[in-house]
């Protein structure tokens, strides 16, 4: 009797290993950020100002408004922040001086970011004898001191200023707009340039260093190998490289920026009545603080709260942006 062979048993089947999912850069950035509850606060708060600037100004009394015979009132459920030594409602005065101030903080931080990444790009990628001379002009424009910077720079634009606001208040959109009786609407343009004219050093010295630290990588050697221009290679696959430095610095200039309006301004030579910022609120308000308190505390306080918020903003993009903070 012939025996069959015995069949072997069978083999286990072999399950395969879980896929494990990666992660962007600016996933992981996303995630750490959350965690970050100072991070958190600052960008909850910095919505919600602006919100309130941008839309409350429509809800709320005028800001030209004058009620002589009330003058400067203290807090009340008619007028929740008190009213100036004019009569104006404080609240309003503060909301539209919010959409000054961060008006000027953007533009002028936009205007810093485009000319500094621009220039501190080409300095640091050609490098040589045009890096040198590129980083010469930056030294010198740092040595100009610049309230007097500012000062000349009004002096010589004053005449075309003028003219611009001319221009403005006859192409207004009726007396009751708010440029309609604004003698000073050049002020904001002259600050833009003023201030985005010195903020950008800095971005172009940070953004120089970044360049030269990533310009002998592979991927660039690469992109040197395929073929592609200078511009592209700047601009496709250096600058995208290190945005993360570009976007903590920038939320950092914002805060800078304000605080240079509200110098100027508290110098007289930024905003001009009868438009207002946070800057000319305080500033008057100093000049009377023995007498109306509020007309200090809550201006001062709405600008404090914004500039802490954008350092915490700031300071919580830089560790999550940061690969090397990271602890996973």
């Given amino acids: 009797m012939v025996s069959l062979p015995s069949s072997s048993p069978a083999a286990p089947a072999l399950t395969p290993e879980p896929i494990e999912t990666g992660s962007s850069l600016w996933h992981d950035a996303w995630s750490r950020l959350r965690q ?4 958190v606060f600052g960008g909850a708060a910095l919505l919600t100002l602006s919100l309130l600037c941008l839309f409350g100004p429509i809800f709320s009394q005028s800001y030209q408004d ?7 009132a203290a807090p009340s459920s008619a007028h929740w922040l008190g009213t100036d030594t004019l009569g104006r409602d404080l609240f309003s005065r503060i909301l539209y001086g919010g959409r000054i101030s961060i008006m000027v903080g953007l533009v002028a931080t936009f205007v810093a970011l485009v000319i500094g990444v621009t220039y501190g790009a080409v300095a640091g990628f050609f490098g040589g004898k045009l890096d040198v001379l590129m980083m010469r002009i930056v030294d010198i424009i740092y040595s100009l001191p610049f309230t007097i910077f500012v000062i000349l720079l009004m002096v010589f634009v004053k005449e075309p200023a003028q003219k611009f606001d001319g221009w403005i208040r006859n192409f207004s959109l009726g007396e009751h707009h708010p440029f309609a009786n604004a003698s000073g609407l050049s002020h904001i343009f002259l600050l833009f340039f003023a201030i985005g004219a010195v903020e950008w050093l800095t971005m172009a010295r940070i953004v120089r260093g970044q360049i030269m630290s990533i310009k002998k990588m592979e991927y660039i050697e690469a992109a040197r190998a ?23 610095y920038t939320t ?3 805060p800078a920026v304000m ?21 000319v609120l305080i500033k008057d ?3 009377k603080m ?27 993009l830089r560790d999550a942006l940061d690969v090397r903070s990271s602890k996973d």
């Fill in 36 to 39: 970050n509850k100072l991070a």
């Fill in 66 to 72: 004058q009620n002589l015979d009330l003058g400067a």
């Fill in 226 to 248: 395929l073929g592609f221009g200078n511009r592209r290679i700047i601009f496709r696959h250096m600058i995208p490289n290190i945005l993360g430095p570009i976007i903590v």
């Fill in 252 to 254: 950092l200039t914002i």
């Fill in 259 to 279: 605080l240079l309006e509200a110098f100027l301004s508290f110098l007289g030579l930024g905003v001009q009545p009868p438009m207002s910022s946070w800057g």
């Fill in 285 to 287: 308000g100093s000049e």
């Fill in 290 to 316: 023995e007498e109306f308190w509020w007309l200090l505390v809550f201006p001062g306080g709405v600008f404090s709260l914004t500039l802490f918020s954008l350092n915490f903003l700031g300071d919580g």
